[in-house]
C-alpha cells in the first residue's frame, strides 16, 4: 500500500496564481484531511471531508477548495495565491475512530 | 474551543529519559495520540491511547493519562539521537457530528550525543 500521496513535493506560485493540490489514499478511508503547517503554529485544519461527495470547512478555508468526487482523491485549490499560502500542506486520512495517516507535505511557496 | 497545549522545545542527553507533555480541554476527548515528524516528512502516528486508560507501554515508549487533569505525557526511554524530530500531541472529541482532531504546535526534542 501507497499510504496517502501527495503531489507536488514542492512548488513556487506567483501571486494571482491558481494551482490544485493532489492527495490520494489507498487504504479506502472515509475521512480525508487538508491541514497547513506553519512555523511554531502546529496544524491548522483547512478542509476536511467525511465521504465522498462530502466537505466541510475547518478552521482557515478562506482562500482555499476542496472537491471528494471518489473515496480515494481529496484534491486542494488555491484560487489567486496569496503570499500568506506559503506553507507546508498535509493530507491526511482515516477510518473513523482511528489515527489518521499523513502524507509526505507539499511545500508551496508564493511569491 | 477545544485547546492542545505543549511546551516548545526539550533537550536531553543520550542514554536519559525524555519527558514530553500536553495539557488539553476538551472533556469529550475519546482517543489521544502522539505523532513524531522528522525534518522533511509528515507526521507518523507513535502510539495512541484512549480516554479510559491511563497508561500505555510500548517498548521505549509509555504515554500516560490523568484525564482528571486533562494530562498526557510521553516517556521516551533511552532517547537516541534517531529520537530527535517534534513531537505532536493530539486529541480526538466531538464538534457536533464529527470527530475532530486537535493537534498542540508540537516539541521539538534535541538529543544532544
Known amino acids: 500500500n501507497a499510504g496517502v500521496t501527495q503531489t507536488p513535493k514542492f512548488h513556487i506560485l506567483k501571486i494571482g496564481q491558481s494551482m490544485t493540490l493532489q492527495c490520494t489514499q489507498d487504504?479506502?478511508?472515509?475521512?480525508m484531511y487538508w491541514y497547513r503547517q506553519d512555523p511554531g503554529m502546529g496544524l491548522k485544519l483547512i478542509y476536511y471531508?467525511?465521504?465522498?461527495?462530502?466537505?466541510d470547512k475547518g478552521e482557515v478555508p478562506n482562500g482555499y477548495n476542496v472537491s471528494r468526487s471518489t473515496t480515494e482523491d481529496f484534491p486542494l485549490r488555491l484560487e489567486l495565491a496569496a503570499p500568506s499560502q506559503t506553507s507546508v500542506y498535509f493530507c491526511?486520512?482515516?477510518?473513523?475512530?482511528?489515527?489518521?495517516?499523513f502524507g509526505q507535505g507539499t511545500r508551496l511557496t508564493v511569491v | 474551543g477545544e485547546d492542545v497545549e505543549q511546551s516548545l522545545f526539550l533537550s536531553v542527553r543520550e542514554g536519559d529519559s525524555s519527558v514530553i507533555n500536553c495539557t488539553y480541554t476538551?472533556?469529550?476527548?475519546?482517543?489521544l495520540y502522539w505523532y513524531k515528524q522528522e525534518p522533511g516528512a509528515g507526521l507518523q502516528l507513535l502510539t495512541y491511547?484512549?480516554?479510559?486508560?491511563d497508561m500505555k507501554q510500548d517498548q521505549r515508549l509509555t504515554v500516560l493519562l490523568n484525564k482528571k487533569d486533562k494530562h498526557l505525557s510521553l516517556r521516551i526511554a533511552d532517547t537516541q539521537t534517531g529520537d530527535s524530530a517534534i513531537y505532536f500531541c493530539?486529541?480526538?472529541?466531538?464538534?457536533?457530528?464529527?470527530?475532530?482532531?486537535?493537534f498542540g504546535i508540537g516539541t521539538k526534542l534535541q538529543v544532544i550525543p
Open positions: 491526511a486520512s482515516n477510518l473513523r475512530d482511528s489515527a489518521a495517516f
Open positions: 476538551d472533556s469529550s476527548s475519546t482517543y
Open positions: 493530539a486529541e480526538r472529541g466531538r464538534s457536533g457530528g464529527y470527530q475532530k482532531v486537535t
Open positions: 471531508s467525511v465521504g465522498a461527495g462530502i466537505t
Open positions: 487504504m479506502n478511508h472515509n475521512y
Open positions: 491511547i484512549f480516554s479510559n486508560m
